[in-house]
């Protein structure tokens, strides 16, 4: 047999074992994330954080400034500056999620855009992630701009499923897919995360880019302030939201 022959089925016993790589459970992914930007305890000490953001919409060369403020056991409240549009506002109270804004008026988020906005008001979110998703599994390994990654379909309680890409070597969430409802109906939105750096005990993605069809932002962390007093009226409904929570339901 030439050295030729041997190399060739060299190269394919390994590419076969290669195909056959174990995939690791879901559990031990979300897990080994938590680890990798801080450990459960770093999360559990966290109590408040306020970040500011610049966001940038590419298509239109749009800057400004996104502060979001978050308090534990699940509020939020994010205000966003507008050059020429003004002040947009969303929050989260327990369960009720909503948004405030001069062209749309005051809504309350429902169904997946409502499950994100009170995911991402929990400081604990991603260590108590099974409360979220009853569901996780290892769909496989992709690449991702150039690197392996594990790829994780996450399902929701309500069945809403997304996708999450964890760099195999860094073990950072790097990438993930979720649809979003927007006034115009619903659509898919990718998010990619880079620049992994610490901030405010926990080691954070500073930069993330979101696309959606005709549309491209890219955020980047300015600051995080951990365990700073936050005056708790700052998470007041306010009265146009509150009016809508209170409306009465219509009798059937």
């Known amino acids: 047999m030439t050295s030729l022959t041997n190399g060739v089925l060299w190269a394919a016993f390994f590419s076969i074992g290669a195909a056959q790589e174990p995939l690791p459970p879901a559990e031990s992914i979300l897990e080994r994330y938590v680890a990798v930007t801080g450990g459960r305890g770093a999360y559990e000490q966290l109590k408040t954080e306020i970040r500011t953001v610049t966001l940038e919409l590419k298509p239109r060369d749009l800057r400004f400034a996104v502060t979001t403020y978050r308090a534990r056991p699940n509020r939020m409240y994010t205000v966003t500056e507008i050059p020429g549009i003004g002040k947009v506002e969303e929050g989260v109270d327990g369960d009720v999620a909503w948004s405030l804004a001069a062209a749309r008026g005051a809504t309350l988020k429902q169904g997946a855009e409502r499950d994100f906005a009170l995911y991402g008001a929990r400081l604990d979110g991603e260590v108590n992630w099974a409360d979220w998703f009853p569901k996780a599994e290892t769909a496989g390994i992709e690449e991702f701009e150039g690197r392996p990654c594990y790829k994780l379909l996450l399902t929701q309680k309500n069945g809403e499923q997304h996708s ?70 700052r998470f007041d409904l306010p009265e146009a939201v509150k009016s809508l929570v209170e409306k009465p339901k219509p009798k059937t």
Not at 168 to 176: D, P, Q
Not at 204 to 216: K, S
Request: overall charge positive.
């Open 164 to 233: 999450r890409w964890y760099d195999k070597e860094s073990g950072f969430l790097v990438r993930l897919i979720l649809q979003v409802k927007l006034p115009q109906g619903q659509f898919p939105m990718e998010m990619r995360l880079y620049d992994y750096r610490d901030a405010g005990g926990l080691k954070v993605a500073h930069r993330t880019v979101r696309i959606m069809p005709g549309q491209e932002m890219e955020s980047r962390v300015e600051k995080v302030e951990a365990n700073v007093p936050i005056d708790p009226s």
